[in-house]
């Protein structure tokens, strides 16, 4: 059993409540011929699976910002889960029944952005974190639709990042040369002073180590690693490219 299907089989007392809880409660009381317990889960795995559940119900809500799921769409969240989370089969299972029950639940995309900035209102970097694979996911299909927009800004404004950290983040994905700025969060002006201690405060907020100490679930790790990697990168170009030592 999957880190996440471990969880889950004894999340019965979890008491997180609002439309997180919600989704939570459905999809553990759909799973409890299947061995769920009424374990009381830890703060660390409450934080775990509020993150699990807030990734799959925000991004239900993505999917459905056109007007409808396509199956595209769908497919998409499949080829996620297996080839970037990597998640077993059961806890795939997990994933899909969390998008279903959210894409039709009458909680809006905003009320999962705001609970989840309150869960994480001491972690910024984990609603940093939130921001940055919504935004993956919206890009994914190499377009990012009028309404997921529109959402991704309301989420920056909601985790307190404000509308240009998602202007930022989808820069970070171009061919601009400037986009190694973006991925810094940092003005092709900005002195090397504040280039440097941008990328001190960006490296020490997405290290792996810190991030799974802060409830990211495991299998999320990786993408947080490519974060750091391409926040590596992005300071290496930027220093070869200004002479910085």
Known sequence: MGLIGSIFGGAIGFSLGGPIGGILGAVVGHKLGEGASSRIADAKQQAQAAFFVTTFSMLAKLAKADGRVSDEEIA???DFMRTQLRLSPQDQNYAIEIFRKAK???????DYAQQFASIFAAEPHMREVMLDLLVRLAAAD???HPNEEKMLRAAARIFQMGEGAVDGLLSGRGGDPSRFYAVLGVSPSASPEEIKARYRHLVAEYHPDKIIGKGLPQ???ELAETRFKEIQEAYEE?????GMR
């Not at 930027?238 to 200004?242: G, L, M, P, T, V």
């Open 104 to 110: 039709d639940s009458p909680n809006s995309f905003e």
């Open 238 to 242: 930027i220093k070869s490219q200004r």
């Open 142 to 144: 190499g377009t990012v």
């Open 219 to 221: 299998e999320f790790v």
């Open 76 to 78: 998409l969240v499949r």
